[in-house]
């Protein structure tokens, strides 16, 4: 059992930076893949980024170059650095788990378990 519990949305600007974190508890974190979802008001749910168990990265093109995805398993956590944010960013941001932690998946269905979600909010 995982779960997860995301921090670090806000509201900034245009332009501006943030870093989201999501805390993990379990044992067995390290051997899972993580990955980030956003979900816009009106819209499906989404992926961002996602991130092997050894640190391996994939990236959505919306966010490529300007997302950052890590993870220290030393802490069981997971950040998501967003540099250059555009109103299009604008998003309830959410991490996830699955127990492959080898593969990455862009299909939200992939994955076990959810943290609550974090707003992000960016203005023009």
């Known amino acids: 059992q995982v779960q997860l519990v995301e921090s670090g949305g806000g509201l900034v600007q245009a332009g501006d930076s943030l870093r989201l974190s999501c805390a993990a508890s379990?044992?067995?974190?390290?051997?899972?893949?993580m990955g980030w979802f956003r979900q816009a008001p009106g819209k499906e749910r989404e992926f961002v980024a996602g991130?092997?168990?050894?640190?391996?990265?994939y990236y959505a093109d919306s966010v490529k170059g300007r997302f950052t995805i890590s993870r220290d398993n030393a802490k069981n956590t997971v950040y998501l650095q967003m540099n250059s944010l555009k109103p299009e960013d604008t998003a309830v941001y959410y991490c996830?788990?699955?127990?492959?932690?080898?593969?990455?998946?862009?299909?939200?269905?992939?994955?076990?378990?959810w943290g609550q979600g974090t707003q992000v909010t960016v203005s023009s």
């Open positions: 996830a788990a699955h127990p492959l932690g080898s593969r990455i998946y862009t299909d939200q269905r992939k994955y076990d378990y």
């Open positions: 379990g044992r067995t974190f390290s051997s899972y893949a």
């Open positions: 991130i092997t168990w050894t640190g391996g990265t």
